[in-house]
Every structure is written in C-alpha cells, then in structure tokens.
C-alpha cells in the first residue's frame, strides 16, 4: 500500500480508499482514490485545505471539507469517482457531520449551517453571544453537540435544540477533537 507525501485524513470502504492529498504542485487538495490493492486508480480535485472526508452510508457519497477563507464541503461520488455538488460554506470551516438520518450535513466555523441533502435548503443557526467559534460536532444518536471556544478561549459544549433552532449550553464537556464517529 503506497501513501503519496502529504496524505492526511483517509476513508476506506470495501473496494477504494478515499485519501485528502495537499499536493505542493496543484493549488487544490486532491482525494486520491486507491483500489484494494493500494494502487492508485483516480485524483480528484477539490477545494484548498481539505481536512476532513465523511460517509453517506445510506446513499455512499462522500464529503469532504475543505477550510481557509473560501470554505466549502465537496460531494463526491464513489461509482463515478468524481465530484458532484459543492456546498459554500462559511469562512474557516472546523468540522463537518452528517445528521443521523442522513438528510442533513452540519458545517461548523463561526457560525452553523445545516444544508438539505434533498433540497439544498441552507439554515443558519445564531451562536450565543459568549461563543466565538465551534470547533467540532457530534452527532450522538438523536443530539448534536458542539464543541465551541467562547470569548475568554475556554471551550465548553453546546447542544442544538432542533424545535427553536437554537444553540444552547450543555451541561457535559464533550472532549473530542474533530469527530470521529462519522468515519
């Protein structure tokens, strides 16, 4: 199995490997795509910065966040191993998760969004007034909880109240970096 320099963060399902490569030659990230044999059968091209890919497991895709001041997270398609939708997100994206039912994508930075897989419907949520950025997600079962640094830099956790759309303190510090229970 052949690892590129500068590989990062990676995906494996049963046939390919999903691999974010910061290619000093290319001004994007590109996903390497590798089959099961660990050789190279595709790269794709997305944005600069890519952190981050997720799974679809009900509908396969993959997303992948790419930060810096133009954010954006990128669908791709597995069977056609290329790029079908692009999401612009806020500035300096810090992490991304799909919810439990799979129809919506959160994106994380200064600020929320919650963009519609169905119907590209993009709802942005406030951040109390204490809340400088949030950092990462979870989604655990039927919560989502933040990770956010406030204005002081102490980070604290917060939970979404999905009825009102409304950010709100959670009692329980939630000590995961980026979230990895989406991989």
């Known amino acids: ?9 990676s995906l494996k399902d049963k046939e390919k490997t999903y691999s974010i490569l910061e290619d000093t030659n290319s001004f994007n990230s590109l996903i390497v795509v590798k089959n099961s044999s660990g050789e190279e059968i595709k790269r794709i091209s997305v944005a600069r910065k890519a952190t981050k890919i997720i799974k679809s497991e009900k509908n396969q895709r993959l997303f992948v966040l790419c930060g810096g001041y133009f954010g954006s997270v990128w669908e791709i398609d597995p069977k056609l191993n290329q790029v079908v939708r692009k999401f612009s997100t ?3 994206p810090t992490d991304v998760a799909l919810s439990q039912d799979e129809k919506y994508l959160y994106v994380t930075s200064g600020k929320l969004q919650k ?6 419907v993009l709802i942005e949520t406030e951040l109390p007034s204490e809340v400088r950025y949030l950092e990462a997600i979870h989604v655990l079962s039927s ?6 640094i ?3 830099g102490i980070e604290s956790s917060y ?11 959670y009692n329980e510090l939630v000590s995961y970096k980026k979230s990895t229970d989406q991989k």
């Open 1 to 9: 199995n052949i690892q590129n320099k500068g590989e990062t963060d």
């Open 90 to 92: 806020a500035w300096n």
């Open 115 to 120: 963009f519609s897989l169905e119907s590209d």
């Open 143 to 148: 919560k989502i909880i933040f990770n956010a």
């Open 150 to 152: 406030n204005k002081t």
């Open 159 to 169: 939970i979404l109240n999905k009825q009102q759309n409304k950010i709100e303190k």
